[in-house]
């Protein structure tokens, strides 16, 4: 099973780690794109700061950000799934798995990145601010820029199994799984539902999807579920308590879309 995450627009502290070394992180084919955006973004933040917050889409109180990314050769490193905090990761709290769920999680959980493409949860990494939304001076709009060398990578990291896409959009823009990875492929919504008037209500709540999306992940690593296809994906969630409604797609080729419909936020 390869789980497909986004990242989290704020970022942990770097930390007193070695600094980078490209060369370690996973999916070396993607290191010359890289190599490519890091050198853009970097040059970027080393000129002109204004400039950088404009392309970067930062506020006045994200300024420092610029200085961040202008040192990111240099910064303190650590695991990619210590450096991504937000509601999806606090739910999936990585840090307090038992030792045979973290190993689940380093083989099949993907992060998408506007600097790094993708990263594995132990891949060391600095932190850093660069939206896959931005459009950087050479490369361009990045999710653009990441599709063709994503296309010859990420099919062979999927293997022949389950691709469970928890991506939003602009992250799910970068790659779009096709054909036979397509058909072995389900994206989940996560949908609140309610009694108005005595009649059900149903409703997408962005903070809320986030945290169940993280809680979903958490339960799959923990139990040891190992579902080969988005079919068994359904029984092994509905296994672990959760409501799933899901139709196979009208044809070949085409990712599962399944709803968890909840009734409780937390």
């Known amino acids: 099973m390869l789980v497909l995450l986004p990242p989290s627009e704020g970022k942990a502290a770097a930390g007193r780690g070695a600094p980078l070394r490209p060369e370690s992180l996973s999916l070396p084919g993607l290191a010359a794109a890289r190599e490519t955006v890091l050198t853009e973004l970097v040059e970027l933040c080393t000129g002109d700061e204004e400039k950088a917050r404009e392309v970067l889409g930062l506020s006045e109180g994200l300024r420092g ?3 961040k990314n202008a040192g990111l050769r240099t910064a303190g490193t650590r695991p990619a799934g210590e450096i991504y905090t937000g509601v999806l990761y606090d739910a999936l709290d990585l840090a307090s798995l038992d030792p045979s769920a973290k190993r689940r999680a380093a083989r099949s959980l993907l992060v998408f990145s506007g600097l790094w493409g993708a990263v594995r949860v132990t891949d060391r990494i600095p932190s850093y601010r660069c939206s896959m939304g931005v ?12 599709r063709t060398p994503m296309a010859s990578v990420l099919p062979e990291a999927a293997g022949d199994g389950l691709v469970l896409d928890l991506r939003s959009s602009a992250y799910a823009a970068a790659w779009k799984p096709k054909g036979e990875v397509a058909g072995r492929t389900a994206t989940v919504r996560v949908l609140h539902s309610q009694i108005v008037d005595g009649v059900e209500k149903r409703s997408v709540v962005s903070h809320f999807n986030k945290a169940t999306k993280g809680r979903i992940v958490r339960a799959l690593l923990t139990e040891g579920a190992a579902p080969k296809d988005p079919a068994g994906l359904v029984e092994a969630l509905r296994d672990l308590g959760y409501v799933v409604e899901a139709e196979p797609p009208g044809r070949a080729g085409r990712p599962w879309a399944l709803d968890v419909v909840v009734t409780e936020i937390h």
């Open 135 to 146: 459009k950087l001076p050479g490369p361009g709009a990045l999710a653009a820029y990441w």
């Open 65 to 67: 950000e610029v200085a």
